[in-house]
């Protein structure tokens, strides 16, 4: 079955554009999640979303992050005005429900690179 | 708060080798803790998980026990394959908070 998607796989930015990130979760998982991974660190929690529930927004770093959600199926996550520093693969993961019993599944995640 | 660290690589081995990956925690109440393998190319997925202290996880002839008295969750496996090289990241989970290390680079020499 199809796994979790995301779009684009690449992106190259200048600073100072705005970004806009895909994530296609699986069907029927309520819960979504977004990550960000620098070059050599760990998974950074960014946000996350289950059902009609106000997103956890305590992890973006910033106001010029930002995501949303329609329902339970497609998000996006947003940055504007890219700074070099947001260089970073970002991955979106979903599960079928929230708490941490439930398995995570991640999409392939999408490289951005802020020149 | 919660945090999880594990040991850094990246760590080669030869085939058939022992494979021990440090990971150590610090959380409050009761996680669960995770082991993900991000194979080359490909995402991360669920190698093996423990949701309370003494529970073993395994999967793929890997192995991780969970130590609350020593707050760790450490990966290991008798005999690793070629196939094994990957990049492991251990994980806590506490409510809907998840936390990941930094993850381990594997490379596994035939």
């Known amino acids: 079955g199809a796994g979790v998607s995301q779009s684009p796989s690449n992106k190259v930015t200048e600073k100072g554009k705005d970004v806009e990130l895909r994530c296609d979760p699986i069907s029927g998982h309520t819960a979504l999640y977004w990550y960000r991974q620098r070059l050599g660190q760990g998974l950074e929690f960014l946000i996350y979303?289950?059902?009609?529930?106000?997103?956890?927004k305590s992890g973006l770093p910033s106001d010029r992050f930002s995501a949303e959600r329609t329902g339970e199926s497609v998000s996006t996550l947003t940055i504007q005005r890219t700074q070099q520093e947001d260089s970073a693969v970002y991955l979106c993961?979903?599960?079928?429900?929230?708490?941490?019993?439930?398995?995570?599944?991640f999409g392939p995640g999408t490289r951005l690179t802020v020149l | 708060g919660n945090s999880v660290t594990q040991m850094e690589g990246p760590v080669t081995l030869s085939e058939e080798a022992f494979l021990t990956i440090n990971c150590t925690y610090t959380?409050?109440?009761?996680?669960?803790l995770f082991w993900y393998v991000q194979y080359p190319g490909e995402g991360l997925q669920l190698l093996l998980k423990?949701?309370?202290?003494?529970d073993k996880g395994s999967n793929k002839g890997f192995e991780a026990t969970y130590r609350k008295e020593t707050t760790s969750f450490h990966l290991e496996k008798g005999s690793v394959q070629v196939s094994d090289s990957a990049v492991y990241f251990c994980a806590l989970g506490n409510n809907n908070d998840m936390r990941f290390g930094a993850g381990t680079r594997l490379t596994v020499k035939p």
């Open positions: 959380a409050t109440g009761y996680p669960s």
């Open positions: 993961a979903s599960s079928l429900a929230s708490g941490t019993y439930n398995e995570q599944f």
């Open positions: 979303f289950q059902g009609n529930s106000a997103p956890d």
């Open positions: 423990a949701t309370k202290a003494d």
